[in-house]
């Protein structure tokens, strides 16, 4: 008997840098090794140089190429569009896929701005029939994936602390040039919306509370000036990019500490840098409850640590849990056997393999942050930077 044919989901992906290739991967790989109710192809990939995107797209496997991002989102075939372009350059393309009633997924943050990520939000509230998705990808480790697991069993209790960083070193050097990450206008924010929107999307994932106020913030600046490079470019530029030999001003922060509260009546601290020399990507949490702890670090991304406080005294201690157990820890079985370890890509994967499962109308394997929820993790990221300018307590209540 002839299988069913199954739906296809048709992709356009916009941009053709770091996360074009991690995207552009996902999709490679989410069909290969889970089975899916919709078929990913990966149909049109656009960016702004048309040699770069052509060999793009044959190297990845992309059915077409294109400059023409308006022909390309418009395009009847497409069915998901999915934005990859710096911070700034979200809302255009994402507002363009809605009103064509496409679905779509737009990289973090929502955008470099709270009123547009607003714009974003209220559009895909009226897009009825438009699903929307946001790559807070590190929700889709295995490891995080399990500690949400582990609070859903009620295995912390009451939250007393909870503590989020995200700690890199790349951005100490004087020699990285003013890319766009550096540029307030294209990036909105500095480590706070690059590195701090994870590590606050993280916290309200597995606690399942949102923040509530934001009692003290600062925000500092330790190189204010760089060279321009000669051309535009993103993370993989920042280490070999040429320089202009011209100066500019960095117009974001370097660092950014902030503390507050959230709803349940925990008290949390944030840390978010490019200047921790030595942290390559400590990026993670630890929740410390009435029951137990939890504790991840993605610099150690297998392993989660678990601290069960009901256990007898003797006996506590932290628990390194290898969250790779087939059939036991999320993701996992799709891939390789009992501790034959995952990375950075996976969680692209994983989330590429949820998004699909959403439109082929199943559940994903834990929750998917869409554009409402998105902005959630937006309006903190706003309270910390009006609690560091004013240098004063930011209720959440006030940022709408
Ligand atoms: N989820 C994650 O873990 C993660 C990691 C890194 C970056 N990001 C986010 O992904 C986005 C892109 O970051 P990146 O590191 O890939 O940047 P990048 O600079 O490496 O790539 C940006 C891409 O956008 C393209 N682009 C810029 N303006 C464009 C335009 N007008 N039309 C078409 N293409 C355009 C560039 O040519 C480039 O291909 C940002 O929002 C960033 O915050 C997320």
């Known amino acids: 008997m002839a299988k069913p044919k199954t739906k296809r989901v048709n992709v356009c992906l916009i941009g053709q840098k770091f996360m074009g290739r991690a995207h552009s991967n996902a999709y490679l790989k989410a069909a290969r090794f889970f089975d899916l109710p ?3 192809v990966m149909h049109t990939i656009v960016a702004r140089d048309a040699a770069g995107v052509a060999s793009f797209a044959e190297r990845w496997g992309w059915a077409q190429s294109s400059v023409d991002w308006k022909r390309a989102i418009r395009d009847e075939a497409i069915d998901l569009v999915d934005v990859t372009t710096p911070n700034n350059k979200h809302l255009e393309f994402v507002l363009e896929a809605l009103d064509a009633g496409k679905h779509v997924a737009c990289e973090k943050p929502l955008a470099a701005t709270l009123s547009d990520a607003r714009l974003m939000r209220d559009a895909a509230r009226k897009a009825k029939k438009s699903r929307t998705f946001v790559w807070y ?7 995080v994936a399990a500690a949400y697991q582990l609070a859903r069993e009620g295995r912390l209790g009451r939250i007393y602390h909870v503590r989020a960083f995200y700690l890199q070193g790349w951005a100490s050097s004087p020699d990285i040039p003013l890319i766009w990450r550096f540029d307030k206008k294209q990036a909105g924010s500095g480590s706070l919306g690059d590195l701090g929107a994870h590590v606050i999307d993280m916290a309200r994932f597995i606690t399942g509370e949102e923040f509530s106020e934001v009692t003290g913030a600062l925000s500092q600046t330790f190189i204010k000036e760089r060279t321009i490079p000669t051309e535009a470019g993103g993370a993989g530029i920042a280490s070999g990019a040429k320089s202009s030999g011209k100066k500019g001003k960095v117009t974001v922060d370097d660092a950014i500490l902030a503390i507050g509260h959230l709803t349940g009546g925990s ?12 942290r390559e990507n400590k990026n993670g949490v630890e929740i410390n409850g009435e029951k137990g702890s939890l504790y991840f670090n993605f610099e150690d991304l297998n392993n989660l640590y678990y601290f069960d406080a009901t256990a007898s005294r003797h006996v506590q201690g932290w628990t390194k849990i290898q969250a790779s157990v087939p059939g036991v820890h999320p993701y996992q079985a799709a891939y390789w056997p009992t501790a034959h370890p995952l990375g950075y890509e996976h969680a692209f994967v994983n989330q590429a393999v949820d998004m699909f499962r959403v439109l082929g109308g199943q559940r994903p394997e834990v929750p998917l942050p869409d554009f409402a929820d998105a902005y959630e993790t937006q309006r903190v990221l706003e309270a910390i930077e009006v609690a560091a300018r004013d240098r004063s307590p930011v209720k959440l209540s006030s940022i709408q």
Not at 137 to 143: D, G, Q
Not at 267 to 278: H, K, M, P, Q
């Open 38 to 40: 919709v078929e990913p």
């Open 267 to 278: 008290v949390f601290s944030l840390e978010a840098t490019r200047f921790a020399t030595g």
């Open 137 to 143: 990808n590190y929700r889709r480790v295995p490891a």
